[in-house]
């Protein structure tokens, strides 16, 4: 991911709603058993309906709009099927496009030439904000193609054809992308929090000493309230489940099924937990800490709490590493000790929070250590010159 970038894609990510899928994911789960969907009520079909969320990429709508166009290829399709995940993930699955029908090709020929279209009008607007004033008075003249190597997600040398190459970088770029998608929108928690103090602390300076004070009362009070809350239970543990099954699915608690309850949360029947389905999981702990009605609860906090559940499941279950928990894999998993006897669980806390401080306030620190370094260097050649 580009720093170019950074701007549009994490705002995507702070989203609330946020559902991430690999596009390894959406491949494997095309080749699913089929629902079917007279066993569905009509609430369950209609979300079966609604269109896929958005993948937080800056390319998403070009990703989508391939896979639907190769699609409607037959012998694309067939290969797909019969592909394993490893072809899928290393781009082997492009050689493919060669066999695709004529009038596939003329599409995503399209697709591409309005994909780099869109591509150069980005760096176009970018150049121009950063080296033109607001009235346009001179103009910058932009070597699009040198700036269109930053984008892997397509061959920039071939902007009119769409070939076998620019699937597998499609592919590639995407999986590397989504993998490291969590990643990146911890990076960006950190940089949030760290604006939030360093947003406080300036207000701050505003104050007199008088209400200074009060404000710090008043952030300290909120704190305190904000750790008061009820036990977590452990991501995925026996207990966590058994308070989803007794409370939301409404069942005994003393008659908890493990495959009663997959079969319960598995909401598109697909014989997978995807980080969708395991993080609604999560929403009764999260309640016990969030609530969007206090003032005290961070909502951007609970999105980060609710992204480490997942990934400490996914990284205790999902055995194969294929982001996505199988029957089996969730079946194993309830018979280890952990899930019938799991450490405690400690959400985002204060000292977190305080350590994230600890590195923005290193940051300025070395920062301005940088600037009088320079400074002195400066006055030490004036005084060589002179």
């Known amino acids: 991911m580009t720093p170019f970038l950074s701007t549009s894609f994490s705002k995507a990510k702070m989203r609330k709603d946020l559902v991430v ?145 620019d699937l597998s970088n499609l592919i590639k770029t995407a999986t590397n992308d989504l993998e490291n998608f969590d990643e990146a ?29 009060e404000e710090e009362q008043k952030h300290k009070e909120m704190m305190q309230k904000h750790q008061s809350h009820p036990k977590v239970n452990h991501p995925g543990s026996k207990d966590q489940l058994k308070e989803v099954w007794e409370d939301g699915d409404g069942m005994d608690p003393n008659s908890f099924d493990p495959k009663t309850f997959f079969k319960l949360h598995d909401f598109n029947e697909d014989g997978f937990f995807d980080q969708e389905e395991l993080e609604a999981l999560f929403n009764k702990e999260l309640e016990k800490v969030y609530d969007s009605k206090n003032a005290e609860d961070d909502m951007h906090e609970m999105e980060e709490e609710r992204v480490r559940m997942r990934e400490h499941v996914m990284n205790e279950v999902d055995k194969n590493k294929d982001r996505l928990v199988s029957f089996e894999e969730f079946l194993q998993s309830t018979q280890t000790k952990e899930f019938a006897e799991p450490d405690g669980w400690e959400v985002i806390s204060l000292i977190f929070i305080l350590l994230l401080l600890l590195f923005y306030f290193y940051f300025i620190f070395k920062a301005y250590c940088q600037v009088r370094f320079h400074n002195h260097l400066f006055f030490i050649s004036l005084n060589i010159s002179v």
């Open 21 to 165: 899928f690999t596009f390894l994911s959406s491949l494997v789960l095309s080749r699913a058993i089929p629902i079917d969907k007279s066993k569905l009520d009509e609430s369950k079909v209609k979300e079966e309906q609604k269109a896929p969320e958005d993948t937080g990429l800056y390319y998403d709508r070009y990703l989508r709009e391939v896979i639907d166009v190769l699609e409607t290829d037959e012998h694309f399709k067939e290969k797909l099927q019969a592909a394993d995940v490893e072809d899928i993930k290393n781009g082997k699955l492009g050689q493919e496009l060669d066999f695709v029908s004529h009038k596939v090709r003329t599409k995503l020929d399209e697709l591409k030439r309005q994909e780099v279209a869109r591509l150069r009008m980005l760096v176009k607007a970018r150049m121009d904000a950063m080296q033109g004033d607001a009235n346009g008075d001179f103009n910058v003249r932009v070597d699009h193609q040198a700036l269109l190597k930053q984008f892997e997600h397509l061959d920039h040398s071939n902007p009119h054809r769409f070939e076998a190459v």
């Open 185 to 213: 929108r911890h990076e960006e928690f950190k940089r949030y929090e760290m604006m939030k103090e360093h947003e406080r602390r300036e207000f701050l300076k505003t104050l007199d000493e008088e209400r200074r004070q």
